[in-house]
Protein backbone atom coordinates (compact mmCIF):
# COMPACT_ATOMS: atom_id res chain seq x y z
CA UNK A 1 0.00 0.00 0.00
CA UNK A 2 1.29 3.55 -0.75
CA UNK A 3 1.69 5.03 2.80
CA UNK A 4 1.72 9.22 3.35
CA UNK A 5 3.19 10.99 6.28
CA UNK A 6 2.24 14.95 6.09
CA UNK A 7 3.78 17.88 7.53
CA UNK A 8 1.02 18.96 10.12
CA UNK A 9 -0.02 22.82 9.50
CA UNK A 10 -1.54 23.63 12.91
CA UNK A 11 0.25 26.79 14.25
CA UNK A 12 3.37 25.68 16.59
CA UNK A 13 3.28 22.20 16.09
CA UNK A 14 6.41 20.76 15.31
CA UNK A 15 5.90 17.11 15.73
CA UNK A 16 6.01 13.93 13.03
CA UNK A 17 3.99 11.37 13.11
CA UNK A 18 6.90 8.92 12.13
CA UNK A 19 10.45 9.03 12.03
CA UNK A 20 13.43 7.78 9.64
CA UNK A 21 13.18 4.48 11.52
CA UNK A 22 9.20 3.76 11.41
CA UNK A 23 9.74 4.45 7.83
CA UNK A 24 12.02 2.04 7.24
CA UNK A 25 10.12 -0.39 9.25
CA UNK A 26 6.98 0.16 7.00
CA UNK A 27 9.76 -0.19 3.64
CA UNK A 28 10.70 -3.81 5.00
CA UNK A 29 6.93 -4.41 4.91
CA UNK A 30 6.73 -3.81 1.41
CA UNK A 31 4.79 -0.50 1.16
CA UNK A 32 6.03 2.29 -0.63
CA UNK A 33 5.98 5.27 2.09
CA UNK A 34 5.93 8.97 0.74
CA UNK A 35 7.19 11.87 2.75
CA UNK A 36 6.16 15.52 2.35
CA UNK A 37 9.22 17.72 2.45
CA UNK A 38 10.23 19.28 5.82
CA UNK A 39 7.80 16.97 7.99
CA UNK A 40 10.32 15.79 10.47
CA UNK A 41 12.71 18.95 10.31
CA UNK A 42 11.44 20.72 12.75
CA UNK A 43 11.76 17.94 14.93
CA UNK A 44 15.36 17.01 14.13
CA UNK A 45 14.85 14.37 10.61
CA UNK A 46 16.04 15.83 8.00
CA UNK A 47 14.55 14.98 4.52
CA UNK A 48 18.24 13.60 3.65
CA UNK A 49 17.30 10.61 6.57
CA UNK A 50 14.18 9.88 5.39
CA UNK A 51 14.63 9.19 1.82
CA UNK A 52 18.25 7.35 2.98
CA UNK A 53 15.44 4.62 4.34
CA UNK A 54 13.10 4.32 0.86
CA UNK A 55 10.86 7.42 1.64
CA UNK A 56 9.50 8.82 -1.36
CA UNK A 57 9.88 12.49 -0.75
CA UNK A 58 6.69 14.88 -2.28
CA UNK A 59 6.56 18.50 -2.56
CA UNK A 60 3.02 19.16 -1.39
CA UNK A 61 0.72 17.24 0.95
CA UNK A 62 -1.72 17.50 -2.41
CA UNK A 63 0.46 14.92 -3.83
CA UNK A 64 0.16 12.18 -0.57
CA UNK A 65 -3.74 12.95 -0.94
CA UNK A 66 -3.98 11.70 -4.11
CA UNK A 67 -1.50 9.06 -4.36
CA UNK A 68 -1.71 7.20 -0.57
CA UNK A 69 -4.46 4.81 0.31
CA UNK A 70 -3.31 5.24 4.08
CA UNK A 71 -2.01 8.88 5.52
CA UNK A 72 -1.08 10.11 8.89
CA UNK A 73 -0.39 12.98 10.77
CA UNK A 74 0.01 14.44 14.32
CA UNK A 75 -2.77 17.32 14.98
CA UNK A 76 -6.62 17.06 13.59
CA UNK A 77 -7.57 18.30 10.11
CA UNK A 78 -7.47 21.68 9.04
CA UNK A 79 -10.27 22.87 7.06
CA UNK A 80 -8.03 23.26 3.97
CA UNK A 81 -7.25 19.66 3.92
CA UNK A 82 -11.06 18.85 3.92
CA UNK A 83 -11.48 18.84 -0.14
CA UNK A 84 -8.22 16.51 -0.20
CA UNK A 85 -9.61 13.49 1.83
CA UNK A 86 -11.01 11.00 -0.68
CA UNK A 87 -12.94 8.00 -0.19
CA UNK A 88 -11.66 5.13 1.08
CA UNK A 89 -9.04 6.48 2.41
CA UNK A 90 -7.99 5.39 5.54
CA UNK A 91 -6.69 8.33 7.88
CA UNK A 92 -4.82 8.04 11.27
CA UNK A 93 -4.44 11.10 12.95
CA UNK A 94 -5.55 13.30 16.47
CA UNK A 95 -8.61 14.06 15.40
CA UNK A 96 -10.77 14.63 18.90
CA UNK A 97 -14.10 14.58 17.04
CA UNK A 98 -16.22 14.80 19.67
CA UNK A 99 -15.12 18.82 19.61
CA UNK A 100 -14.58 19.18 16.21
CA UNK A 101 -18.47 18.66 14.47
CA UNK A 102 -17.01 20.19 10.76
CA UNK A 103 -14.30 17.46 10.73
CA UNK A 104 -16.29 14.70 11.42
CA UNK A 105 -18.76 16.34 8.85
CA UNK A 106 -15.90 15.94 6.54
CA UNK A 107 -15.04 12.64 7.11
CA UNK A 108 -18.43 11.66 6.73
CA UNK A 109 -19.25 13.39 3.49
CA UNK A 110 -15.79 12.20 2.11
CA UNK A 111 -16.68 8.52 3.69
CA UNK A 112 -13.08 8.19 4.52
CA UNK A 113 -12.04 5.09 7.17
CA UNK A 114 -10.36 7.31 9.93
CA UNK A 115 -8.87 6.74 13.02
CA UNK A 116 -8.75 9.14 16.21
CA UNK A 117 -5.06 8.59 17.18
CA UNK A 118 -6.08 9.73 21.13
CA UNK A 119 -8.06 6.83 21.98
CA UNK A 120 -5.86 4.05 20.41
CA UNK A 121 -3.24 3.91 23.38
CA UNK A 122 -3.45 0.60 25.37
CA UNK A 123 -1.28 2.33 27.97
CA UNK A 124 -1.44 5.92 27.74
CA UNK A 125 -0.06 8.37 25.03
CA UNK A 126 3.08 9.14 25.03
CA UNK A 127 1.67 12.89 24.31
CA UNK A 128 0.25 12.94 27.66
CA UNK A 129 3.65 11.86 29.24
CA UNK A 130 5.10 14.49 27.70
CA UNK A 131 2.31 17.30 28.26
CA UNK A 132 2.84 16.21 31.78
CA UNK A 133 6.38 17.19 32.41
CA UNK A 134 7.28 19.90 30.05
CA UNK A 135 3.69 21.34 31.14
CA UNK A 136 5.38 21.68 34.84
CA UNK A 137 8.19 23.26 33.15
CA UNK A 138 5.90 25.85 31.09
CA UNK A 139 4.31 26.28 34.83
CA UNK A 140 7.66 26.99 36.11
CA UNK A 141 8.60 29.50 33.78
CA UNK A 142 5.28 31.14 34.00
CA UNK A 143 6.37 31.85 37.74
CA UNK A 144 9.19 34.05 36.71
CA UNK A 145 8.88 37.33 38.00
CA UNK A 146 9.58 38.65 34.50
CA UNK A 147 6.72 36.49 33.16
CA UNK A 148 4.09 38.13 35.48
CA UNK A 149 4.25 35.08 37.74
CA UNK A 150 5.26 35.41 42.19
CA UNK A 151 8.70 35.16 41.66
CA UNK A 152 8.89 31.94 43.71
CA UNK A 153 11.88 29.24 43.12
CA UNK A 154 10.17 25.99 42.70
CA UNK A 155 12.35 24.02 45.74
CA UNK A 156 12.72 27.31 47.59
CA UNK A 157 16.30 28.64 49.12
CA UNK A 158 17.86 29.52 52.30
CA UNK A 159 14.97 30.77 54.39
CA UNK A 160 12.84 31.17 51.58
CA UNK A 161 10.37 28.56 50.70
CA UNK A 162 9.51 26.45 48.23
CA UNK A 163 6.59 26.14 46.07
CA UNK A 164 2.99 24.39 46.76
CA UNK A 165 1.53 22.67 43.69
CA UNK A 166 -1.66 21.04 43.34
CA UNK A 167 -2.25 18.46 40.20
CA UNK A 168 -5.77 18.00 39.48
CA UNK A 169 -6.08 14.50 38.12
CA UNK A 170 -3.68 11.56 38.77
CA UNK A 171 -3.88 10.01 35.76
CA UNK A 172 -0.96 9.57 32.90
CA UNK A 173 -0.91 13.28 32.88
CA UNK A 174 -0.84 14.49 36.43
CA UNK A 175 1.55 11.56 36.86
CA UNK A 176 4.13 13.25 34.80
CA UNK A 177 3.81 16.47 36.09
CA UNK A 178 4.07 14.60 39.29
CA UNK A 179 7.29 13.19 38.72
CA UNK A 180 9.17 16.81 37.68
CA UNK A 181 7.82 18.78 40.21
CA UNK A 182 8.86 16.29 43.02
CA UNK A 183 12.19 16.21 41.91
CA UNK A 184 12.55 19.72 41.74
CA UNK A 185 11.47 20.15 45.04
CA UNK A 186 8.02 21.57 45.14
CA UNK A 187 5.41 20.15 48.06
CA UNK A 188 2.73 18.29 45.93
CA UNK A 189 -0.87 17.82 46.75
CA UNK A 190 -2.91 15.69 44.18
CA UNK A 191 -6.62 15.82 43.59
CA UNK A 192 -7.95 13.04 42.17
CA UNK A 193 -11.55 11.07 42.40
CA UNK A 194 -10.25 7.79 42.90
CA UNK A 195 -9.18 7.48 46.91
CA UNK A 196 -7.38 3.80 45.17
CA UNK A 197 -4.97 5.94 42.72
CA UNK A 198 -4.36 8.26 45.58
CA UNK A 199 -3.32 6.01 47.90
CA UNK A 200 -1.11 4.20 45.08
CA UNK A 201 0.68 7.29 44.54
CA UNK A 202 1.39 8.23 48.45
CA UNK A 203 2.71 4.88 48.47
CA UNK A 204 4.99 5.29 45.98
CA UNK A 205 6.37 8.89 46.93
CA UNK A 206 6.84 6.90 50.15
CA UNK A 207 4.14 9.60 52.14
CA UNK A 208 6.22 12.60 50.99
CA UNK A 209 2.89 14.21 48.75
CA UNK A 210 -0.34 15.43 50.10
CA UNK A 211 -3.54 13.55 48.49
CA UNK A 212 -6.92 14.63 48.38
CA UNK A 213 -10.26 13.92 46.80
CA UNK A 214 -11.30 16.17 43.69
CA UNK A 215 -13.99 18.54 44.67
CA UNK A 216 -14.98 21.90 44.32
CA UNK A 217 -15.26 22.18 47.85
CA UNK A 218 -11.74 20.86 48.64
CA UNK A 219 -10.00 22.72 45.95
CA UNK A 220 -11.99 26.14 47.13
CA UNK A 221 -10.14 25.59 50.14
CA UNK A 222 -6.42 24.50 48.73
CA UNK A 223 -6.08 27.52 46.29
CA UNK A 224 -5.50 30.37 48.37
CA UNK A 225 -2.24 28.52 49.70
CA UNK A 226 -1.15 27.53 46.44
CA UNK A 227 1.62 29.00 44.18
CA UNK A 228 0.41 26.59 40.80
CA UNK A 229 -2.38 24.39 39.89
CA UNK A 230 -2.12 22.41 36.96
CA UNK A 231 -5.27 21.22 35.20
CA UNK A 232 -4.87 17.41 34.52
CA UNK A 233 -8.17 16.44 34.37
CA UNK A 234 -9.82 14.39 31.18
CA UNK A 235 -13.22 16.82 31.99
CA UNK A 236 -16.55 14.86 30.41
CA UNK A 237 -17.43 16.52 27.60
CA UNK A 238 -20.63 18.07 28.13
CA UNK A 239 -20.55 19.02 31.12
CA UNK A 240 -21.26 22.70 31.70
CA UNK A 241 -20.43 22.82 35.30
CA UNK A 242 -17.01 23.77 36.42
CA UNK A 243 -14.25 22.64 39.19
CA UNK A 244 -12.51 25.95 39.02
CA UNK A 245 -14.93 28.94 39.02
CA UNK A 246 -13.54 32.41 38.32
CA UNK A 247 -14.52 33.65 41.42
CA UNK A 248 -12.02 30.50 42.91
CA UNK A 249 -8.87 31.75 40.79
CA UNK A 250 -9.97 35.05 42.03
CA UNK A 251 -9.10 33.75 45.74
CA UNK A 252 -5.43 32.57 44.86
CA UNK A 253 -2.06 35.13 45.27
CA UNK A 254 -1.68 37.80 42.23
CA UNK A 255 1.14 35.87 40.77
CA UNK A 256 0.07 32.33 40.69
CA UNK A 257 -0.42 30.17 37.95
CA UNK A 258 -2.69 27.78 36.31
CA UNK A 259 -1.53 25.43 33.80
CA UNK A 260 -4.45 24.08 31.98
CA UNK A 261 -2.72 21.11 30.24
CA UNK A 262 -5.68 19.44 29.68
CA UNK A 263 -6.74 22.27 27.55
CA UNK A 264 -10.56 21.73 26.63
CA UNK A 265 -13.13 24.34 25.86
CA UNK A 266 -16.06 24.32 28.52
CA UNK A 267 -13.77 21.99 30.69
CA UNK A 268 -12.73 22.11 34.41
CA UNK A 269 -11.82 26.09 34.48
CA UNK A 270 -13.86 29.06 33.94
CA UNK A 271 -11.32 31.23 33.53
CA UNK A 272 -9.83 28.99 30.39
CA UNK A 273 -9.11 30.24 26.62
CA UNK A 274 -7.04 28.48 24.35
CA UNK A 275 -3.29 30.09 24.02
CA UNK A 276 -0.31 29.30 21.25
CA UNK A 277 3.37 28.84 21.99
CA UNK A 278 3.93 31.94 19.80
CA UNK A 279 1.83 33.95 22.64
CA UNK A 280 1.56 31.81 25.39
CA UNK A 281 0.50 33.03 28.33
CA UNK A 282 -2.58 35.59 30.09
CA UNK A 283 -3.85 37.17 33.30
CA UNK A 284 -7.18 36.42 34.60
CA UNK A 285 -7.91 37.98 38.20
CA UNK A 286 -4.68 38.37 38.76
CA UNK A 287 -3.30 34.88 38.19
CA UNK A 288 -0.85 34.04 35.35
CA UNK A 289 -3.03 31.19 32.80
CA UNK A 290 -0.82 28.84 30.70
CA UNK A 291 -3.29 27.56 28.18
CA UNK A 292 -0.91 26.03 25.26
CA UNK A 293 -3.45 23.76 23.14
CA UNK A 294 -0.09 21.86 21.93
CA UNK A 295 2.75 21.58 24.91
CA UNK A 296 4.36 18.48 23.47
CA UNK A 297 5.46 20.59 20.12
CA UNK A 298 7.63 22.37 22.35
CA UNK A 299 10.07 19.32 22.34
CA UNK A 300 9.21 17.82 19.45
CA UNK A 301 12.30 15.63 18.81
CA UNK A 302 11.80 13.20 22.51
CA UNK A 303 7.67 13.03 21.50
CA UNK A 304 8.06 12.57 17.81
CA UNK A 305 10.57 9.21 18.99
CA UNK A 306 7.97 8.18 21.49
CA UNK A 307 4.84 8.97 19.73
CA UNK A 308 5.93 7.47 16.57
CA UNK A 309 7.26 4.16 18.07
CA UNK A 310 3.68 3.87 19.87
CA UNK A 311 1.63 3.75 16.73
CA UNK A 312 4.11 2.23 14.48
CA UNK A 313 2.22 -1.23 15.71
CA UNK A 314 -1.42 0.18 14.58
CA UNK A 315 0.09 1.04 11.26
CA UNK A 316 1.66 -1.78 10.70
CA UNK A 317 -1.20 -3.91 11.63
CA UNK A 318 -3.59 -1.96 9.76
CA UNK A 319 -1.80 -2.42 6.80
CA UNK A 320 -0.96 -5.73 7.06
CA UNK A 321 -4.18 -7.43 8.17
CA UNK A 322 -6.11 -4.78 7.06
CA UNK A 323 -8.52 -2.58 8.63
CA UNK A 324 -11.05 -5.56 9.63
CA UNK A 325 -8.95 -7.57 10.83
CA UNK A 326 -6.60 -4.92 12.68
CA UNK A 327 -9.43 -3.49 14.89
CA UNK A 328 -10.61 -7.49 15.82
CA UNK A 329 -7.18 -8.08 17.26
CA UNK A 330 -6.62 -4.54 19.21
CA UNK A 331 -9.62 -3.56 21.22
CA UNK A 332 -7.58 0.24 21.84
CA UNK A 333 -7.71 0.23 17.74
CA UNK A 334 -11.29 -0.75 17.30
CA UNK A 335 -12.29 1.98 19.83
CA UNK A 336 -10.26 4.62 17.97
CA UNK A 337 -12.56 3.81 14.96
CA UNK A 338 -14.28 7.47 14.07
CA UNK A 339 -15.88 6.67 10.71
CA UNK A 340 -16.04 4.03 8.12
CA UNK A 341 -17.24 4.49 4.56
CA UNK A 342 -19.79 7.26 5.99
CA UNK A 343 -20.86 5.84 8.54
CA UNK A 344 -19.85 7.08 12.41
CA UNK A 345 -18.45 4.58 14.91
CA UNK A 346 -17.29 7.12 17.97
CA UNK A 347 -19.72 6.72 20.62
CA UNK A 348 -18.79 10.05 22.56
CA UNK A 349 -19.11 12.21 19.19
CA UNK A 350 -22.59 10.58 18.73
CA UNK A 351 -23.65 11.43 22.25
CA UNK A 352 -22.29 14.86 22.29
CA UNK A 353 -23.30 16.05 18.78
CA UNK A 354 -26.15 13.67 18.27
CA UNK A 355 -25.39 11.93 15.32
CA UNK A 356 -26.68 8.40 14.74
CA UNK A 357 -23.57 5.95 15.09
CA UNK A 358 -22.74 1.85 14.39
CA UNK A 359 -20.47 -0.22 16.72
CA UNK A 360 -17.31 -0.42 14.92
CA UNK A 361 -17.66 -4.64 15.40
CA UNK A 362 -21.03 -4.37 13.31
CA UNK A 363 -20.01 -2.00 10.17
CA UNK A 364 -16.52 -4.37 10.26
CA UNK A 365 -18.58 -7.33 10.56
CA UNK A 366 -16.83 -9.32 13.02
CA UNK A 367 -19.86 -9.28 15.62
CA UNK A 368 -19.42 -12.86 15.77
CA UNK A 369 -15.95 -13.17 16.68
CA UNK A 370 -13.70 -13.38 20.05
CA UNK A 371 -12.11 -9.56 19.87
CA UNK A 372 -9.27 -8.09 21.77
CA UNK A 373 -10.93 -6.00 24.58
CA UNK A 374 -10.43 -2.44 25.47
CA UNK A 375 -12.66 0.23 28.01
CA UNK A 376 -15.42 2.63 26.85
CA UNK A 377 -12.77 5.39 25.91
CA UNK A 378 -14.84 8.09 28.07
CA UNK A 379 -17.80 8.15 30.09
CA UNK A 380 -20.23 9.30 27.15
CA UNK A 381 -22.83 7.00 26.04
CA UNK A 382 -25.03 7.04 23.14
CA UNK A 383 -27.94 4.62 22.40
CA UNK A 384 -28.79 7.01 18.83
CA UNK A 385 -28.22 3.77 16.44
CA UNK A 386 -27.54 3.39 12.78
CA UNK A 387 -29.75 0.07 12.07
CA UNK A 388 -28.31 -1.47 9.00
CA UNK A 389 -30.92 -3.00 6.51
Not at 7 to 27: F, H, S
Not at 31 to 50: N, S
Not at 223 to 250: A, F, H, Q
Not at 278 to 286: Q, T
Request: glycine share 10%; hydrophobic share 40%; aromatic share 6%.
Amino acid sequence: MNVGILKDIKTGENRVIATPVEVAGLAADGHRVYVQKGAGAKAGFPDEKYAAEGAVLTDTAEEIYKSCDFIAKVKEFEPSEYGLLRENQIVFTCIHPAAHPEEVQALLKKKVIAFTAEDSHRFGSPNCEAAGKQGALMGLESMLTINGGKGKFVSGLGGAPGMKVLILGGGTVGQAALSVLHALGAWVTVADISIGTLRRLQNEYRQSIDTVISSRENIKVLLPSVDMVLNCVKWPKGNTEYLITREMVRSMEPGSVIVDISNDEQGALETFHETTHENPRYVEEGVVHYCVSNIPGAIANSTSVAYAASVLPHFRSILNNGVAEACARDGYLRRSLTTYKGYLTHEETSALQNRPWIRPEEILGIAGRELDFAPPATVSRSDNFIKLT
